[in-house]
């Protein structure tokens, strides 16, 4: 196995880990939470729950799991939440009685909900009272028998808009009450172990159907401590104050800030919805952030609402990109407001998901950390190999396949053992559908997905590139592109733009995007055809949605 990459790890940061320290993630919980006990784990509309709390209140809900509902050991619950208290309360209650937590967006469509929980076998849904109305329209088509909602107020009790459960839902029994409930019940916690089942995450329904990626309670203790070495001058154990703004049910901000930051003693300002930026601003403004996750959208969004830029920056330490690419005009400005330079990382749900992170390369002329662009170097036992379409490996500095081996490699998808198949090498890789490169100076660079590569007159286009080159034109706000039918060169590139109405002076047209473009790209990756939106439509999460606009 080559690895010309480590030499860019830090240099007391290992490039191989014992991943097997805990026997499940519970051990991990009771470490944390008898360590930090009386400090705020998470805090939401200003409303805070202690780790002591933490572990109280998630016992309470167990017990009710378990002792009411009689949920056991491998059993698959639905957790249907935004960014609130109960959402880690219900997690850890789930975690605790070894079930399997079924991470489920609250925008889903009654389509998009109804397959998951049909796929997932699931009879108990935990969710957010505003989609209730989702899962009223679709429940008789599913096994659901048990009906758990959630309220904004929960746990906050700070008079919060209250949201009634759809009339059509009986025997809906409220958060709080199921938690009153449990305080008198007994807790029997199962004994686990790395191979079981933690979260099922569901993840491809771009190509069809999502599929359940099955991902251990090994997989997770895994990356977290693959992260934890990695980033291990950034951590300050039991004083790190981040800003949770993804939402949790999705891997990057499960795992990092949900997961990673409680075991090391963090307080995780939960942020219930990003898109009302003004308000996520105030938040920020009053929050002394020392740790920032994001997406690319997260991060523009944030630079252009009136505000931002008065912040008191002078706390923040880290700023992670991943979810999708950071382009680099976001991230010039990003620095050029905060002072923090974006570090990005890169993964997937089926890899926990983090395969590798970039935290610069070390140089000995002048003895500190140089930027180099890129996704960085794979974090502890973790190797990456570049592959051609027929699965050789290619060499270093052309592009293929981004294919990865690790522990925190998912187990496989959920009841498709098909899809399972195709996904992995002969030699034990999962294959990522991403397209890479590995530099001359050990570092790894995502070209883009496979499936959204365009191909004019037989040359191959990437519409990252080209969406990264108009974030700097000045009064695009964003862009997206993709490819289009064309009769002389089979496909051809179409443009999505986004201008900046608050700029009076700039009345951008078609043909200035088109000219723009011409002075940064080769003639064949210009776009043919440029449309105007007001915005380009997007994941939860903030990833752009190219079929879409297809």
Not at 61 to 68: I, P
Not at 245 to 251: F, K, L, R, S, V
Not at 397 to 425: D, F, H, V
Request: charged share 20%.
């Amino acid at each position: 196995m080559t690895t010309p990459w480590f030499i860019n790890y830090p240099k007391n940061v290992a490039n191989k880990i014992d991943v097997n320290r805990f026997d499940s993630l519970v051990d991990l919980f009771q470490q944390t939470t008898t360590k930090y006990k009386q400090k705020i784990a998470y805090s939401n509309f200003g409303a805070e729950l202690t780790f002591e709390q933490v572990d109280e209140l998630s016992r309470d809900f167990a017990a009710y799991l378990q002792g009411k509902l009689n949920i056991a050991k491998g059993n698959r619950v639905a957790l249907m939440c935004p960014n609130t208290l109960c959402f880690p309360i219900a997690m850890w209650g789930i975690i605790r009685i070894g079930a399997v937590q079924v991470n489920v967006n609250p925008m889903y469509t009654p389509r998009e909900l109804e397959h998951q929980l049909n796929d997932a076998q699931v009879d108990t849904i935990i969710l957010f009272s505003p989609s209730t109305k989702i899962l009223a329209d679709i429940i008789d088509n599913t096994s659901i028998k048990n009906v758990i909602s959630i309220n904004l107020d929960d746990l906050a009790n700070k008079g919060l808009p209250y949201s009634p459960v759809d009339e059509r839902l009986n025997n809906t029994i409220p958060f709080i009450d199921a938690l009153a409930q449990g305080q008198s019940l007994e807790l029997f916690e199962p004994e686990l172990c790395q191979d079981d089942l933690l979260f099922l995450q569901y993840t491809g329904g771009t190509t069809g159907l999502s599929k359940g990626a099955m991902l251990s309670h090994g997989n997770l203790i895994a990356n977290i401590l693959q992260y934890q070495e990695f980033a291990k001058n950034h951590i300050h154990y039991g004083n790190d104050i981040v800003i949770t703004a993804i939402p949790m049910y999705h891997i990057f901000a499960l795992m990092a800030n949900t997961l990673a930051y409680f075991t090391f003693g963090a307080k995780n300002i939960l942020v219930t919805n990003p898109r009302d930026m003004p308000s996520f601003v105030e938040v920020w403004k009053n929050t002394r952030a020392t740790m920032f996750t994001g997406v690319n959208t997260l991060f523009n969004g944030l630079l252009h609402t009136p505000g931002f830029e008065q912040v008191d920056f002078s706390s923040l330490k880290l700023c992670i990109g991943g979810g999708a690419a950071v382009q680099q005009a976001v991230a010039d400005k990003w620095q050029q407001v905060t002072g923090i330079k974006l570090q990005e990382g890169y993964g997937l749900s089926e890899t926990s998901p983090i395969l590798t992170l970039n935290f610069g390369r070390f140089s000995e002329e002048t003895d500190q950390n140089e930027y180099v662009a890129g996704i960085g170097v794979p974090v502890p036992n973790t190797d990456i190999s570049i592959r051609d379409d027929l699965g050789n490996r290619v060499v270093q500095g052309e592009s293929g396949e981004l294919c990865a081996k690790g522990p925190q490699i998912m187990l496989g998808y959920w009841n498709n053992t098909e899809a399972t198949k195709r996904c992995m090498t002969p030699d034990g890789y999962f294959k990522t559908g991403d397209i890479a490169m590995l530099d001359n100076k050990g570092f790894f660079h995502i070209v883009d997905r496979k499936k959204d590569m365009i191909n004019v007159s037989g040359f191959n286009v990437y519409p990252n590139e080209i969406e990264a080159e108009v974030a700097n034109m000045p009064g695009i706000i964003e862009s997206a592109c993709v490819g289009v039918n064309d009769e002389k060169t089979g496909e051809a590139v179409k443009l999505f733009v986004v201008t900046d109405k608050t700029l009076a002076d700039h009345n951008i047209n078609e043909q200035d995007v088109i000219d723009f473009c011409r002075r940064g790209l080769t003639a064949y990756k210009v776009p043919k055809q440029v449309v105007f939106i007001d915005e380009i439509p997007k994941s939860s999460v903030g990833k752009l949605l190219r079929r879409e606009l297809r």
